[in-house]
């Protein structure tokens, strides 16, 4: 095994929550980060933590569903850091209704975020890591893609990315690069504190009530999902490919 040439990865929706704790834990692995989020702001103020840590990052502001916006920004990336090599399909949405109520638009906006970004993203970073033979691609699933009532779109869209993954598993194996996925239960992040407003009920009693079913007895944290990217985007991970890992505290959430 040769290795990395280009220890340089994108984090996508890297402006809080999984993508900025996944994006913080790749740098104290010796990454430089690429932070994307629609945001700028927030994944540039991510970049300045980590280069004050004595990292090299940079944030950029795209979405992730628009073809331009994803080639400029990975363009940058692999100017201003070098050729990426490592990709996190992060950046996530929700838009839970009940089917009779859903409406196309929460339906196409959670296939372009999820589907069509990771597409996209992939697509645009992959001709990086062919050329050096060597590349780790990420995509974050979710428990949802075993079925969730509400989330007709984003169960879909999760259970997709996992369809996607094992493609290009098989796609890109031979150019050194693995795909995996991580389908995560419930993490406490921005994501799930805007569900149980929607709910009405505080985050705090919607934590409680969730960790009661979940196996381990608490909730995960960011971090819970960054430890098993940093391993999946490891030289020691290179016969891990095609693999859809949950990390819930359990079997499924
Ligand atoms: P989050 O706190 O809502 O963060 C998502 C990030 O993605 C935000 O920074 C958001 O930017 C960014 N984003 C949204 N649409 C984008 C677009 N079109 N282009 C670029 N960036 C975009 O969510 P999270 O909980 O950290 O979730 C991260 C991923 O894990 C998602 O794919 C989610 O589906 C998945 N996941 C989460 C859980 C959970 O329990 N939290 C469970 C399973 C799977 P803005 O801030 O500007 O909106």
């Known amino acids: 095994m040769t290795g990395s040439p ?8 890297a402006g ?3 993508g900025a704790a996944v994006a913080a834990r790749l740098a104290r692995d010796g990454f430089a980060v ?25 944030g950029v502001g795209l979405d992730v569903s628009d073809s331009a916006q994803v080639d400029a920004a990975v363009t940058r990336v ?27 638009d929460d339906w196409d906006s959670v296939m372009n975020v999820h589907l069509r970004g990771s597409f996209l993203m992939s ?4 001709k990086y890591m062919t050329e050096q033979k060597w590349g780790r691609i990420v995509n974050l699933s979710s428990t949802s893609a075993l079925g969730n009532r509400g ?26 690069v693995t795909a995996n996925a991580i389908a995560p239960g419930f993490i406490a992040t921005e994501m799930t504190a805007a569900t149980a407003e929607r709910l009405g009920i505080s985050f ?27 391993f999946l985007v490891s030289d020691e991970a290179s016969f891990v490919s095609g693999q859809v890992i949950y990390v819930a505290g359990g079997p499924k959430a």
């Open 6 to 13: 280009s220890k340089v990865a994108i984090v996508t929706g």
């Open 34 to 58: 690429g932070l994307l989020d629609l945001d700028e702001a927030s994944c540039a103020s991510g970049a300045e933590a980590i280069t004050a840590a004595g990292g090299r990052a940079i």
């Open 123 to 126: 697509r645009a970073t992959q």
């Open 151 to 176: 989330q007709a779109n984003y169960s879909a869209a999760k259970a997709g990315l996992q369809g996607f993954t094992k493609t290009l598993a098989f796609e890109l194996g031979k150019f050194g």
């Open 78 to 104: 692999a100017e201003e850091l070098g050729a990426p090599t490592v990709l996190i399909n992060n950046a996530g949405i929700t838009r839970d209704n009940m089917l009779f109520k859903m409406s196309e």
């Open 204 to 230: 705090e009693d919607m934590k409680k009530g969730a960790a009661q079913e979940i196996p381990v007895r608490r909730v995960g944290e960011p971090e819970d999902i960054a430890n098993v990217a940093s």
């Open 16 to 18: 809080r929550g999984i």
